[in-house]
């Protein structure tokens, strides 16, 4: 291994550690997303104002947009750790890529369908072949293809390698997704929220916004450690630790 | 602004039967998502207890028990 990577990151990426370690983040991180939720939505289902053209139905964008985010975010995260566990075959980064998978499947269908609740009322059609929501169709089977190749081995080391070189082809479809809106002048609405210059939304509608947008964040690290851990325990079952761990749990 | 109700509130401006369902759906996929892997995670340490039992009863000796 490199020897410029400080000590403690070898000591965490070890996985009884990293284990201890996910046990402690992860309540923290599930109750401030829960925190963060209850702030954004009260901000955006009862402080924000109705939107003029879409009266209430609008409301919706503070689940839909967050997770599409979320969907794009783990994506992108998914494949740069598939790439670092076929590199340097670091059993954490498999396991981090692996277990990203279905909590992005997760968030990619929270978006189509809830995409396809505020299409309805709005668009007159619950779905349409427009390029946002058909590249979006598409990372869900992106998702559900990475999530199959892995199971579909006998040996599960070798279904992650395999896994992950699909995640990784898959991640053109990450900058399709996000510029559809753009390169393809069809029905979704174009991005309101930019990083770059001012965002053509109203300050009252952007804080709940991002606030959904980091109690997501936290959410799927709450979700991704609790998969870890389960996954650490699966893959190490013939480990001292593990058996530890079985033998405390056994006892009531 | 006009003071909060619970009616205007939970009927949405007339548009309650897509904002609910769309929250709906988001709150029950992420708790199904959080859940699921507790359960394989306990399924996970009971097959390993059965195992190590087997192991135990093979040779008596090689305890991993304290």
């Given at each position: 291994?490199?020897?410029?990577?400080?000590?403690?990151?070898?000591?965490?990426?070890?996985?009884?550690?990293?284990?201890?370690?996910?046990?402690?983040?992860?309540?923290?991180?599930?109750?401030?997303?829960?925190?963060?939720?209850?702030?954004?939505?009260?901000?955006?289902?009862?402080?924000?104002?109705?939107?003029?053209?879409?009266?209430?139905?609008?409301?919706?964008?503070?689940?839909?947009?967050?997770?599409?985010?979320?969907?794009?975010?783990?994506y992108g995260?998914?494949a740069?750790?598939?790439?670092?566990?076929?590199?340097?075959?670091?059993?954490?980064?498999?396991?981090?890529?692996?277990?990203?998978?279905?909590?992005?499947?997760?968030?990619?269908?929270?978006?189509?369908?809830?995409?396809?609740?505020?299409?309805?009322?709005?668009?007159?059609?619950?779905?349409?072949?427009?390029?946002?929501?058909?590249?979006?169709?598409?990372?869900?089977?992106?998702?559900?293809?990475?999530?199959?190749?892995?199971?579909?081995?006998?040996?599960?080391?070798?279904?992650?390698?395999?896994?992950?070189?699909?995640?990784i082809?898959g991640i053109i479809?990450v900058?399709?997704?996000?510029?559809?809106?753009?390169?393809?002048?069809?029905?979704?609405?174009?991005?309101?929220?930019?990083?770059?210059?001012?965002?053509?939304?109203?300050?009252?509608?952007?804080?709940?916004?991002?606030?959904?947008?980091?109690?997501?964040?936290?959410?799927?690290?709450?979700?991704?450690?609790?998969?870890?851990?389960?996954?650490?325990?699966?893959?190490?079952?013939?480990?001292?630790?593990?058996?530890?761990?079985?033998?405390?749990?056994?006892?009531? | 602004?006009?003071?909060?109700?619970?009616?205007?509130?939970?009927?949405?401006?007339?548009?309650?039967?897509?904002?609910?369902?769309?929250?709906?759906?988001?709150?029950?996929?992420?708790?199904?998502?959080?859940?699921?892997?507790?359960?394989?995670?306990?399924?996970?340490?009971?097959?390993?207890?059965?195992?190590?039992?087997?192991?135990?009863?093979?040779?008596?000796?090689?305890?991993?028990?304290?």
């Open positions: 291994m490199a020897n410029w990577i400080p000590l403690w990151v070898h000591k965490l990426s070890s996985p009884p550690n990293f284990y201890r370690f996910a046990g402690i983040v992860r309540p923290w991180a599930l109750g401030l997303a829960l925190v963060l939720a209850a702030i954004g939505l009260y901000g955006g289902l009862v402080l924000a104002p109705a939107d003029y053209q879409q009266g209430d139905a609008y409301r919706i964008i503070f689940i839909h947009v967050p997770c599409a985010w979320m969907s794009l975010f783990i995260l998914m740069v750790a598939s790439f670092i566990s076929l590199v340097w075959r670091i059993k954490l980064a498999e396991v981090v890529a692996m277990e990203s998978a279905p909590i992005g499947a997760a968030f990619t269908f929270i978006t189509l369908v809830t995409g396809s609740l505020w299409g309805k009322p709005m668009w007159g059609t619950w779905w349409t072949w427009d390029a946002r929501l058909t590249s979006e169709l598409v990372l869900l089977f992106l998702y559900l293809g990475v999530i199959g190749l892995y199971h579909s081995f006998e040996d599960r080391r070798q279904g992650a390698r395999a896994a992950a070189f699909l995640a082809i479809n900058p399709i997704v996000h510029f559809s809106v753009n390169w393809w002048n069809t029905l979704h609405q174009g991005s309101t929220v930019r990083i770059l210059g001012p965002s053509r939304i109203s300050s009252d509608m952007l804080w709940p916004l991002l606030t959904m947008m980091f109690a997501t964040k936290c959410y799927y690290l709450a979700s991704l450690f609790g998969r870890v851990r389960t996954d650490l325990l699966a893959m190490e079952s013939g480990k001292d630790w593990v058996r530890q761990i079985a033998e405390q749990e056994a006892r009531p | 602004m006009t003071p909060f109700s619970w009616d205007r509130f939970l009927a949405m401006g007339g548009y309650a039967a897509y904002v609910w369902p769309a929250f709906a759906v988001f709150f029950l996929v992420l708790l199904a998502d959080y859940l699921s892997p507790g359960l394989r995670r306990k399924r996970q340490l009971r097959e390993l207890r059965a195992r190590m039992a087997r192991q135990r009863a093979r040779n008596p000796r090689q305890t991993t028990t304290p």
